[in-house]
Structures are given as C-alpha cells and as structure tokens.
C-alpha cells in the first residue's frame, strides 16, 4: 500500500486542523474562566463594601444592561469605590453622572 503525496497533504491539513481548534478551544476556556473569576471577585466586592455597592446600583441604573466583572470593575481601596476599568460599548460614565445618581439613591433610602 503506496501512500501518495496527496494523502499526506489531506493527513497533513487534517492535523493543522484539529490543532488550531484545540488551540482556540483551550482559549476561550482560558478566557471564559477569567471573566468567571472577575465577576466573582466584583460580586464579592459589592456584598463587602458599601460604597462598591452604591456605585454598582448607579451603574445598574445608567446601563441597566450591563454586568460587573464582564462590562466594567469596581475597585475599593479603603477610601470609596471607583469604576477602576470600563469595557461596555457604552460610553463610560463620568463622576459626576456617578456621583449624582449615588446622590439621588442616598436621598431616597
């Protein structure tokens, strides 16, 4: 049994083919588990800190669409909560934005 040069370009191809699929299979589970591991630490952030959670309620309701950990993070250094990084299409929200609707729940509760 001859193998020929076009059997082993077909076996070839099939090779490269399963390879970049592995690759990019172990990527987006890469991936995946990252954006796990941010919205779990933004969630735990928000239950722990108080002005975490006023920020994450002004962001609610300015993009009510978007979610902590995947479309933005909140940081807490001790001395107040700040959105430390935006990644939502929307445009990131000023401080005063966020300051005025923190204002405006503060008012209601």
Not at 10 to 37: F, G, M, P
Not at 46 to 51: A, G, I, L, N, W
Not at 86 to 94: G, K, L, N, V
Request: charged share 25%.
């Amino acid at each position: 049994m001859a193998i020929d040069a076009l059997t082993i370009s077909a076996l070839i191809i099939s090779v490269l083919v399963v390879l970049v699929a592995l690759y990019l299979t172990v990527r987006a589970r890469r991936d995946t588990e990252a954006k796990l591991r941010r919205v779990a630490d933004q969630s735990a952030l928000e239950h722990e800190s108080p002005s975490a959670r006023e920020l994450c309620s002004a962001l609610r309701e300015l993009y009510p669409n978007t979610c902590p950990g995947l479309d933005y993070e909140v940081g807490d250094d001790g001395h107040g909560a700040y959105l430390r990084a935006w990644y939502a299409e929307h445009p990131r929200p000023s401080r005063k934005e966020l300051e005025a609707v923190v204002a405006r729940h503060r008012g209601q509760g």
